[in-house]
């Protein structure tokens, strides 16, 4: 249990994105740190009570998250978006009006092609191993999440995962991944929700590398 | 039968779609199009380029010295076609149709799937897809490119089962080479890392004679770009490494690391970064390439809902990837990308052309496991996915495009040319400013007789064709100037101005005497080129003001 602890602290120390999430407030920081922690043993040990508190954890930090959120009008086009469609309905040939219109100028498509967008986010591996380079998001101070040099202990870890009794917890990441997509995410800081998946795979493949030097070095003795 | 019924029924479509309104959509020609049109143009009339050189082993062109393959493919295209649209974008278009046929060949061989229909409804998609789309219909070397490419890979396949592919496989991917800067560097990648993978049954005594004459082979045709190796213009792209961008990083960061750690760590960071985005669904298939004549608006490389089989598809690719086809899959992808990503552009579609085979190969995975899951349920689905797709295709190319895009792609140019035709006894002034080069737009469109520009041109360039890199256009084609507006000068000569809506203002023209003539504009109404025909006469008779320039 203390070595898994180490390489958890391990983890977390090595993510930029723990330093700006506790800069930026203390307890989100905690409180990110705490659930990737409960998340972690629960891929282990996947007995009912941390199945409960890595749900409610999760929840918490979403909620934060929703909180933090600007609220766009997702149901609305902005000025801009308006004028374009306007445009952009000119220039179809008249017989196909009556789709076009409702494609183009719906409120439902301004939804829509957000929601696209932010899953788009989501799911973009430079997202969180180089602040979105080289396509940065305009009018973003995009934050250092994890330094590629973790891009080879994620996929180690995604690797062990599979052997683990607990790696249905993740799906947990549905929780986020649904406001996320729904709502977006403070830019500055990116969609921390997801911050404790990304921990605890990183700190799995740290103490699963961890026990094979152990092992090693013990053989060598 | 019902197979090769449905093969013509695709080979039929593909030439449909790549073939339809290819001279009008996108409107305009570009200067990359234009410029290789003219040089086989000139080849066809003179057996010289541009610059007066004859029979060149890379191009100069707008200085970037591209391989030749491309340019004299289009001779007889030009022959027969004359000077226009669709003579220039021909060969990429036919280049298109031949590559879904390589294509369905490479997903047979490989076998992704024991059912028949796989291969096909794959290459339909392959066939639909933006990315090869947006490329097959430019007048420039990127779809040939990938022809040559891809059977040269697709060659490499069988021969890992029959000796003799081995041979045909490198020579088409030497050939490659002389067809466009990418292939010089992912050919030796990809060769080098064919041999390593799979070194066990290439190196067995068996295949070893026709690995070396095929190696032999395809060095023998490299003759003549090897006698341009070592001039400026084989390595002309090296500007586009990102050297000074990693500079600027680790000079920020040696406030807390030694800029001897600084360096590697931020080169290597953004050759990832450069690399992962090839593989980003956000950038496969949310975001256009931000080069508007790389891609349709509203309209990534990939449609969005392939992102559903593509994170399949690597799923089970690397699930498998012990099997020699997903070996060779996994090879493909990761090689592909790399000289795009060692260059600074954020995401090139262009540049990463050839990814789009391994990345549908990965699509295809996916497709063949829904597939396999769905049963019966596939079918109406795959009808809806390739409504869908044409619907976004129709919608961002035949739409979108020809409107929003019209002058990135040079529209006007023509208009132009015929606007200029109207007064062969008159001297022009062309401003240039925020225009893209004016002087192969217009020597495509009167048209200018090739020994006139050749003569136009700076006449060292053909001596020192391929030490001479600099770009310095010409700026005097017979009764056309190509520069900046002198006002103290030309009001006070009969001429005519053309400027785009920023060259002379209203106020302008009302102070000075200039009279409008014509007016060129995009299909959305806005100003293209205006001219205006000075009044020497009436603007001495004019009040002098203060000159406004």
Redesign the interface.
Known sequence: MARKVLWFLAACASSLWSWELLIFNPYLGLLAIATSFILYLSLFNPIRKLLLLSLLFISALTVFQIKLTPKDLILSFTPAEKTLAR??TG???PYTNFI?RR?EERKESAAVSVM??N???V?????Y??AS???ERIGTGEVEKFS?LL?PFFIHGLVMIRKLPGKHNLFLISIPALTTIILGDIKTLGPFAFYPFFASIISLSFFKIGEKIKLWAEKKS | MKTTVAFILLIIFSAALFLYQLDKVPAGLYADEVSTGYNAYSLLLTGKDEYGKPYPIAFKLLGSYTPPLYTYLTVPSVWLFGLNAFSVRLVSALSAVLLVITFYLLVRGLRISSSRSLPLIASLFFALTPWLIINNRTGHEATLALLLFAAGVFSLWKGLKEQSFLVLGFLTLSASIYTGHTAKFLVPIFSLAYLIVFRKTLFSKSYLKMLVAGIALAFFIQIPNLAIAFTPAFSVKGQLFYSSEVVRQANYATQTIPQSLAIPYFAIREFLSQFFTYFSPRSLFFLPDPDPQRSFPELSAFYPWMVIPYLIGITILIKTRKELSSKFILLLALSTPIPAALTKDPFSTYRALPALIPLMLIISLGINWLKEKLGKAALPLIIIAIIYSLFLLWRSLFVLLPHERAVTWGYGFQALAEEIKKHPDQKIVIDPSRLKPVYIELAYFLPLPPPLLQDSHDLTVRDNYYQHVAFNPPSNLSNIEIRGIIWEKDIYEEKIIVGDEFAVSPVQAEEHALRKIFEIRDPLGKIIFQGFQTDPIEKRLKKPKSHSS
Not at chain 1, 123 to 127: H, R, V
Request: net charge neutral; aromatic share 24%; proline share 12%.
């Open positions: 445009v952009r220039e179809y040939p076009t494609w696209i967008r899953f788009s986010e799911i973009d591996p430079n997202l191993f180089f380079h080289p396509r590629y891009i």
